[in-house]
T-cell receptor, first 113, second 114 residues
Framework: GENVEQHPSTLSVQEGDSAVIKCTYSDSASNYFPWYKQELGKRPQLIIDIRSNVGEKKDQRIAVTLNKTAKHFSLHITETQPEDSAVYFCAAWPKGSARQLTFGSGTQLTVLP | GAGVSQTPSNKVTEKGKYVELRCDPISGHTALYWYRQSLGQGPEFLIYFQGTGAADDSGLPNDRFFAVRPEGSVSTLKIQRTERGDSAVYLC????????????FGPGTRLLVL
């Protein structure tokens, strides 16, 4: 089955700096990669996703890149703000999977004012 | 419109008891998923419904866990003979049609087994 590894587990940045979170996946059939943000005690919320037919997608301060050959994808947040502080999860979905989304273990991002 | 809702928000029970957790998906969403999230971990897939049927229950840890969705909308996750290791947040998500689509999560039910 699919295995998703996420790094780092914790990340602290100064407000205004960029943050990068990286994930690797094992199943080359994976073709859908969402990123979720989860604030303490709240539900996971989708912030951006990418499919395997594109290499990069951007939405304002958030971007995701995908390298299918290396089987890794990354979340980039620019001009970080304190409200970006949360746990971020990557996930992968192999086409035809019997196990649906497989999540990484999460990254606790702290943006210091 | 209304998002995914789950009840109760918190549930405390004693080891060996039976519990039911409810999920109300977004109206019109045919796909419904249950996940379990332990502290410091990502959500772990349990079961996926397409309409009324369980299309994939391969994530259920053992036969103490069971879920139903009799009318293709609300779903109930049932846990028999609860164990302390069942303590976690149980998340429900729904999507419009199914595989490879955006999943919208509910707020979760925090289950504590004493």
């Amino acid at each position: 089955g699919e295995n998703v590894e996420q790094h780092p587990s914790t990340l602290s940045v100064q407000e205004g700096d960029s943050a990068v979170i990286k994930c690797t996946y094992s199943d080359s059939a994976s073709n859908y990669f969402p990123w979720y943000k989860q604030e303490l005690g709240k539900r996971p919320q989708l912030i951006i996703d990418i499919r395997s037919n594109v290499g990069e997608k951007k939405d304002q301060r958030i971007a995701v890149t995908l390298n299918k050959t290396a089987k890794h994808f990354s979340l980039h947040i620019t001009e970080t703000q304190p409200e970006d502080s949360a746990v971020y999860f990557c996930a992968a979905w192999p086409k035809g999977s019997a196990r649906q989304l497989t999540f990484g273990s999460g990254t606790q991002l702290t943006v210091l004012p | 419109g209304a998002g995914v809702s789950q009840t109760p928000s918190n549930k405390v029970t004693e080891k060996g008891k039976y519990v039911e957790l409810r999920c109300d998906p977004i109206s019109g969403h045919t796909a419904l998923y249950w996940y379990r999230q332990s502290l410091g971990q990502g959500p772990e897939f349990l079961i996926y419904f397409q309409g009324t049927g369980a299309a994939d229950d391969s994530g259920l840890p053992n036969d103490r866990f069971f879920a139903v969705r009799p009318e293709g909308s609300v779903s109930t996750l049932k846990i028999q003979r609860t164990e302390r290791g069942d303590s976690a947040v149980y998340l429900c998500a729904s999507s419009l049609l199914g595989q490879g689509e955006t999943q919208y999560f509910g707020p979760g039910t925090r289950l504590l087994v004493l």
